[in-house]
């Protein structure tokens, strides 16, 4: 098996380049099965998303928003991610594959709503998602989920009304995490540029907590 197929990458570029495409058909062969171990599991992820194209991507993202719902933790979080990087790779999937987030927020169990928010913040073009995300607050208790919505909610608070109770809502002594700390230190600033007047009580409790604490 090693010779044919590494053959393919001896050859001139423009055949590595097309060599994908030579199982872009065949995806099904990499469908994960319930008792394929993890690490298995995981570089057929890998796999099935580098196969991906335009005919298909909804094979694809069917197979990842089924996957999102199984029990093995790490599992689920790689599947969220491979949508993630789908929608990176294939522009043209993007409001696919942010409708399946979303899908998968509303199931509300909270390693796949903070995994979901984390992927969120990149690939966020479409801002009719930012209040679901800001109603999965309470949801998160992960560093680098609320990290990232708290960057979201700086990043795009001319749509959302109520910015200054979102982020006093996390005007308590939780925030023990850098990461958590320096998005809220810089989500305020920004927030304070925008609206000097409703913002100034929470610009200057950051900054007092910045400073104390």
């Known amino acids: ?20 495409n030579l199982l872009s058909n065949e995806m099904y062969i990499f469908f994960c099965k319930y008792n394929d171990p993890l690490y298995v ?25 089924e996957y999102a719902s199984e029990v093995n933790v790490d599992f689920v979080c790689k ?21 399946v987030l979303l899908d998968l927020i509303s ?20 801002e009719g998602v930012i209040l679901t995300l800001c109603a999965n607050l309470e949801e998160l208790n992960e560093p680098e989920a609320k990290a990232s ?5 700086g990043k795009y608070a001319k749509i959302i009304n109520n910015v200054d109770e979102l982020l006093k809502s996390y005007q308590v002594p939780q925030i023990i995490f850098l990461s958590v700390q320096l998005q809220m230190l ?28």
């Not at 919505?149 to 909610?153: K, P, R, V």
Request: aromatic share 8%.
């Open 1 to 20: 098996m090693a010779l044919p197929l590494t053959t393919p990458l001896s050859s001139p570029p423009e055949v590595q380049w097309r060599w994908p």
């Open 41 to 65: 599991k995981v570089e057929k992820l890998d796999i099935m998303v580098w196969l991906t194209n335009d005919n298909n991507i909804d094979v694809l993202l069917s197979k990842l928003k």
């Open 79 to 99: 599947s969220i991610k491979a949508i993630r990087q789908t929608a990176i790779s294939i522009e043209s999937s993007a409001e696919c594959c942010v409708s």
């Open 107 to 126: 199931i509300c169990i909270s390693y796949v709503v903070q995994e979901a928010v984390i992927i969120m913040k990149y690939p966020l073009t479409y």
């Open 149 to 153: 919505l708290i960057w979201i909610i």
């Open 186 to 213: 810089t989500a305020v600033v920004k927030l304070f540029l925008e609206k000097p007047d409703s913002l100034q009580g929470v610009v200057l409790w950051v900054l007092n907590m910045a400073i104390k604490d």
